[in-house]
T-cell receptor, first 114, second 116 residues
Framework: NAGVTQTPKFQVLKTGQSMTLQCAQD?????MSWYRQDPGMGLRLIHY???????DQGEVPNGYNVSRSTTEDFPLRLLSAAPSQTSVYFC?????????????FGPGTRLLVL | AQKVTQAQTEISVVEKEDVTLDCVYE???????LFWYKQPPSGELVFLIR??????QNEISGRYSWNFQKSTSSFNFTITASQVVDSAVYFC?????????????FGSGTKLNVKP
């Protein structure tokens, strides 16, 4: 049971380049989400998914796309990277037990856009 | 307006001191959940505790304790006899239902420095 995995751990992009941040979980969780963490701002929700084929926008979705073709994978795509997207990105998977819910986070991807 | 406020940006204590991290939240829901996470210098986010809005009992886990008070919308976290390994950024979070998803709102974090 690997939990939530993210790749790559670190990436440098030039402005305008595209890339996909990978996220996978092996806990069969329906709910997954992407956050970005910037200094002094805590975590902000980018996109989330309540199951395969279903995604929705969070607080800061602009510049990012997501898809959820399987329960396990939830990739985050940057179509045209901008310096403002320099951040640490966390993927999370939600465990729902009855009415209780807990998030488990991946190790993060540190992205630098030049 | 911030849904979760952690007014203490950074706290420094000496080892063995007790320290309390404050968290104030804002919600109109009657059912919600509160969380604390730890982010050590290595960067990963570690789940510490989850508390639902119907359970106001204080909880103690080893050196950690949590004080949930609905009357003041606070969910404070106390570390007793702090240790250097407690040095980390601590995040408080609120989860409330929006449609068929429970959205999480994080505070900006409190950086705790425990000096030997």
């Amino acid at each position: 049971n690997a939990g939530v995995t993210q790749t790559p751990k670190f990436q440098v992009l030039k402005t305008g380049q595209s890339m996909t941040l990978q996220c996978a979980q092996d806990m069969n969780h329906e709910y997954m989400s992407w956050y970005r963490q910037d200094p002094g701002m805590g975590l902000r929700l980018i996109h989330y998914s309540v199951g395969a084929g279903i995604t929705d926008q969070g607080e800061v979705p602009n510049g990012y796309n997501v898809s959820r073709s399987t329960t396990e994978d939830f990739p985050l795509r940057l179509l045209s990277a901008a310096p403002s997207q320099t951040s640490v990105y966390f993927c999370a998977s939600n465990e729902v037990t009855g009415i209780m819910e807990t998030q488990y986070f991946g190790p993060g991807t540190r992205l630098l856009v030049l | 307006a911030q849904k979760v406020t952690q007014a203490q940006t950074e706290i420094s204590v000496v080892e063995k001191e007790d320290v309390t991290l404050d968290c104030v939240y804002e919600t109109r829901d009657t059912t919600y959940y509160l969380f604390w996470y730890k982010q050590p210098p290595s960067g990963e986010l570690v789940f510490l505790i989850r508390r639902n809005s119907f359970d106001e009992q204080n909880e103690i886990s080893g050196r950690y304790s949590w004080n949930f008070q609905k009357s003041t919308s606070s969910f404070n976290f106390t570390i007793t006899a702090s240790q250097v390994v407690d040095s980390a950024v601590y995040f408080c979070a609120l989860s409330e239902a929006e449609g068929n998803f429970n959205k999480f709102y994080f505070g900006s974090g409190t950086k705790l420095n425990v000096k030997p």
